[in-house]
């Protein structure tokens, strides 16, 4: 990148992370002491949700539970409980950086969780569901899958745990 194009995304990224501290629903959420909280609740709800389903599809892809219904079964009725946690996620987690947007902004942690973010979910709908689901997929390169999304997933949780902590 050059000089200009990181000053200009930093730039950009400085003045998009004040605008969004600076909204109303993030002064009215960090205006009382319990909005935060509830989000955070949904938030950490959202995640238990996601990450429950996707441990539930890639322990059945290692035969560890519910051997007895098909991989691409349990992929397709598990997708919309992920689509929903993932849709709670995206509003929980966007009023809960609103609130401290400059201090998420600036700390490292936090930017490799939404590159984590980004890279699991693009990996699940565009590459593990779609293994899963086909009837024609060798079963080491399912397993793969699975180990490739369950170190994602877990990236995602630990650091989104550290990030609370370290808050």
């Known amino acids: 990148m ?80 992920t689509l929903t946690g993932l849709g709670v996620q995206l509003v929980s987690g966007t009023l809960m950086f609103m609130t401290s947007a400059m201090k998420f902004t600036e700390n490292v942690l936090f930017g490799i969780k939404i590159g984590l973010v980004i890279a699991a979910v693009v990996y699940h709908f565009g590459i593990h569901r779609r293994v899963a689901i086909a009837n024609d997929t060798q079963a080491g390169r399912l397993r793969l899958s699975a180990a490739v999304s369950l170190v994602l997933w877990v990236g995602v949780v630990v650091i989104g745990l550290d990030i609370g902590v370290l808050s």
């Not at 930093?10 to 998009?16: C, D, L, M, P, V």
Request: aromatic content about 12%.
């Open 2 to 81: 050059t000089a200009f194009a990181t000053s200009f995304a930093t730039s950009f990224a400085t003045s998009f992370a004040a605008w969004c501290q600076h909204a109303a629903i993030a002064e009215a959420i960090r205006s009382a002491p319990w909005p935060f909280p509830v989000i955070e609740i949904f938030h950490i709800a959202g995640m238990v949700v996601v990450f429950g389903t996707i441990l539930i599809l890639n322990l059945r892809v290692f035969g560890l539970i519910l051997r007895s219904e098909p991989v691409s079964q349990i992929a397709q009725g598990l997708t919309p409980l």
